[in-house]
């Protein structure tokens, strides 16, 4: 079983959905990331959180430590949203990245 | 300001041949990581340093992998008599984290590799 699983892993929208992504995960750890790739291109950091909720822009990102879960909500769905979001949990004592396999998003117009 | 910057972008290599990529993370970042990402799939952790320490390696795939950070900045990766196996993008990050006190990982645009 993966450290970090993600669902799902596909998604495709039309524009303006509502969208999210969920993350579980099996290890302790410092904080969780959500990351955005977009094909052939470079990562980006969306989110870390440690606790609670973090909004920018259209993307919030909540997380619950206890259940050890956490959603990527995307509103108002764009087609420039289209990439792949990945989560990632934080090794608590190295900081190190421990990634899910991803989710590919796809939104339409 | 200026971010993680990688360098070759793309090399091919014969098998056999040894490769050295380079890493320049944001100035002052304490922490530096190398992943390894295989066509298709996620990244995946290789080596960590804080400063010039190299503090986990424990992703190095096999010994022909090693990495330095002599000065506390500037990062080589280098994989000597590369494999097939070995083709992948090469990413790395760095951060201002330090134990006890995580923080954003900012990615360069990574190298990918290609053994022939």
């Known amino acids: 079983k993966n450290e970090v699983e993600q669902s799902p892993q596909n998604l495709t929208a039309q524009e303006g959905e509502f969208i999210t992504i969920n993350c579980s995960y099996s290890?302790?750890?410092?904080?969780l990331h959500w990351l955005q790739q977009h094909p052939g291109g470079g990562i980006v950091s969306l989110f870390m959180?440690?606790?609670g909720k973090k909004k920018h822009g259209r993307l919030i990102a909540t997380i619950n430590i206890q259940e050890k879960h956490s959603s990527l909500h995307i509103t108002a769905s764009h087609p420039r949203d289209s990439a792949v979001y990945i989560c990632?949990?934080?090794?608590?004592?190295?900081?190190?990245?421990?990634f899910g396999t991803g989710t590919r998003l796809q939104v339409f117009p | 300001g200026a971010g993680v910057s990688q360098s070759p972008r793309y090399k091919v290599a014969k098998r056999g041949q040894d490769v050295a990529l380079r890493c320049d993370p944001i100035?002052?970042?304490?922490?530096l990581f190398w992943y390894q990402q295989a066509l298709g799939q996620g990244p995946e952790f290789l080596t960590y340093?804080?400063?010039?320490?190299?503090?986990?390696k424990s992703g190095l795939p096999s010994d022909r992998f090693f990495a330095e950070r002599p000065e506390g900045s500037v990062s080589t990766l280098k994989i000597q008599r590369t494999q097939q196996e070995d083709s992948a993008v090469y990413l790395c990050?760095?951060?201002?984290?330090?134990?006890?006190?995580?923080?954003?990982?900012?990615f360069g645009p990574g190298t990918r590799l290609t053994v022939l």
């Open positions: 990050a760095s951060s201002n984290s330090v134990p006890d006190s995580p923080d954003t990982q900012y």
């Open positions: 290890v302790g750890i410092s904080a």
């Open positions: 959180l440690s606790s």
């Open positions: 990632a949990v934080a090794d608590y004592n190295t900081d190190k990245l421990i």
């Open positions: 100035s002052g970042h304490v922490s």
């Open positions: 340093f804080q400063n010039e320490a190299q503090l986990d």
